[in-house]
């Protein structure tokens, strides 16, 4: 097996590990084959799910790390990092992994905790990803993105970044990003129960709707959205909602910049739909 770091829990003996990362690179690792010639994913980073009989879970700290050239290459937590443990943090690290199947550098699948991406950069990751940079894939769990770049990445579904848990971005840009697949929603963002504070969203793009952001309202309604002091430039869609796509909850703008956003098929800044049946 060609990973980096692997932490379990072991159930047995109530001990939570703790995985600390610093001033480390971690360039062209591969997760092995099983005997079935399948590969799951966390190649660079792979923290499991398993929680001890009082409930710990493995946790991540990650500061000053470089993830490169890094790929997934399987079904289950098919990214180059695949969290299902505890919280995890990630402060002034970059990634510019090529590939994984579900996401290009994280995918965050923890039953609880919260996933925090501190001033660090996510730029070219993703290709046939469905995620270009980062996923949360629960709704019990959180994300926090603050003073971060993602610049450049593509997702068959989302651009940049997806997330169907509680999630708070701020003073964070986004540019050139690209939800790649047909009749896609969410250029650089996709999630529900979003607040964006600040930050940029300049030249990205999706062909459903939502060029910079869209609200995610499966598999349930969406939560509240505010939107505040944040910029958004050239964006794009074929679809609807240039800049930004709401639906389902109660959507909040404040003190935020629209300029040159376009939308073919109709709300060149913002476009808003009710769910079935409101």
Do not use: W
């Amino acid at each position: 097996d060609l990973r980096i770091f692997v932490v379990t829990v072991d159930p047995v003996l109530d001990v939570q590990p703790d995985l600390v990362l610093k001033n480390v690179a971690i360039v062209d690792a591969r997760p092995a084959a099983d005997a079935q010639g399948d590969r799951t994913g966390g190649a660079a980073i792979h923290v499991t799910n398993a929680a001890t009989t009082t409930g710990l879970l493995a946790t991540l700290s990650a500061t000053d790390v470089i993830v490169s050239d890094t790929r997934g290459g399987g079904d289950v937590g098919d990214a180059p990092v695949f969290l299902a443990g505890g919280d995890a943090t990630f402060t002034t690290c970059t990634f510019t992994v090529f590939d994984g199947n579900i996401a290009g550098a994280i995918e965050y699948a923890s039953a609880a905790g919260t996933l925090r991406l501190v001033t660090s950069t996510f730029s070219e990751l993703g290709g046939g990803a469905v995620v270009g940079a980062v996923d949360v894939s629960t709704t019990t769990a959180s994300l926090q993105v603050a003073n971060s770049h993602f610049d450049g990445n593509t997702g068959t579904s989302v651009g940049a970044l997806r997330s169907i848990g509680t999630t708070l971005v701020s003073n964070s840009t986004f540019t050139n990003n690209v939800a790649g697949g047909d009749d896609t929603f969410g250029g650089a963002v996709a999630a529900r129960d979003l607040t964006i504070n600040g930050g940029s969203f300049d030249g990205n793009r999706a062909s459903g709707g939502g060029g910079a952001v869209s609200v995610l309202d499966a598999p349930v309604a969406t939560g509240p959205v505010l939107v505040s002091g944040a910029e958004f430039s050239g964006n794009t869609t074929a679809g609807v909602g240039g800049a930004l796509f709401g639906t389902g909850g109660p959507l909040t703008l404040n003190g935020n910049a629209f300029s040159g956003n376009k939308a073919v098929v109709g709300g060149g800044a913002v476009y808003l739909q009710g769910l079935a049946g409101d």
